[in-house]
């Protein structure tokens, strides 16, 4: 089943500069490891050593963050969409309305 990865600048480096890859998948746990493979100088920015998504990765599928629904076995829709949120710290000085996910709208 197709699905679009939306990925965010930050990781963009690794997906020769690609904002959204269209991959397979049943679940977003599925999706994320399709998008590893695709490129896999990504892998390390995702998962840690025992292969488990690193912390500060959000992975939402739709409008709902796995973390709140069933994890990396959360099921995703054909046609669906995924979206990489890594936290990031800082942003001193920068405004809410500018930032795309503090309710400044936009997408990654």
Do not use: W
């Not at 965010?8 to 269209?22: I, M, N, V, Y």
């Not at 746990?29 to 292969?51: F, K, N, S, T």
């Not at 069933?70 to 309305?97: E, H, K």
Request: net charge negative; glycine share 14%; proline share 6%.
């Amino acid at each position: 089943m197709a699905v679009d990865l939306l990925i965010p600048t930050a990781l963009r480096a690794f997906t020769d500069g690609k904002s959204e890859a269209s991959l397979e998948g049943k679940t977003a746990g599925e999706v994320v490891a399709a998008l590893a493979d695709a490129y896999p100088d990504i892998r390390q920015h995702l998962y840690e050593e025992d292969a488990s998504l690193r912390s500060f990765i959000n992975v939402y599928v739709g409008e709902t963050n796995i973390k709140n629904a069933g994890g990396l076995d959360t099921p995703v829709p054909d046609g669906g969409t995924v979206m990489l949120v890594p936290a990031i710290a800082g942003g001193a000085g920068a405004r809410q309305a500018d930032m795309p996910f503090c309710g400044g709208g936009g997408r990654p």
